[in-house]
Nanobody, 129 residues
Framework: EVQLQASEGGLVQAGGSLRLSCAASGFAFDDYAIGWFRQAPGKEREGVSAISTSHGNTYYTDSVKGRFTISSDNAKNTVYLQMNSLKPEDTAVYYC??????????????????????WGQGTLVTVSS
């Protein structure tokens, strides 16, 4: 059974940090594009960041560049999203998702077009001002 288990989010003050993890099981983790998405109240879901688990290539949406860092621990089948300098506008439900393949196109199609084979459950991140 395929699973993407996101860690619990939380409440953090603006300027603070939080790390999310996405633990994967049931598929060949080391050749996937794995990404984080978020959906704020009243807004459409947006791709935040993605990583190729085989090459380590990464993608970030402009609004999080320089603040968020995505990483992969292939030994633990886990992808992390380190979120620093959090802003109230980062408040959203965050989801991780996975797509086979580790090419640049896999990253793009995952994070830009939300083409994913697997989705995890959402986790709420609230940033207070």
């Amino acid at each position: 059974e395929v699973q993407l288990q996101a860690s619990e989010g939380g409440l953090v003050q603006a300027g603070g940090s939080l790390r999310l993890s996405c633990a994967a099981s049931g598929f060949a983790f080391d050749d996937y594009a794995i990404g984080w998405f978020r959906q704020a109240p009243g807004k459409e879901r947006e791709g935040v960041s993605a990583i190729s688990t085989s090459h380590g290539n990464t993608y970030y949406t402009d609004s999080v560049k320089g603040r968020f860092t995505i990483s992969s621990d292939n030994a633990k089948n886990t992808v992390y999203l380190q979120m620093n300098s959090l802003k109230p506008e980062d408040t959203a439900v965050y989801y991780c998702a996975a797509k086979p393949g580790s090419s640049s196109w896999s990253l793009v199609s995952l994070i830009i077009y939300s083409v994913a084979d697997y989705w995890g459950q959402g986790t709420l991140v609230t940033v207070s001002s």
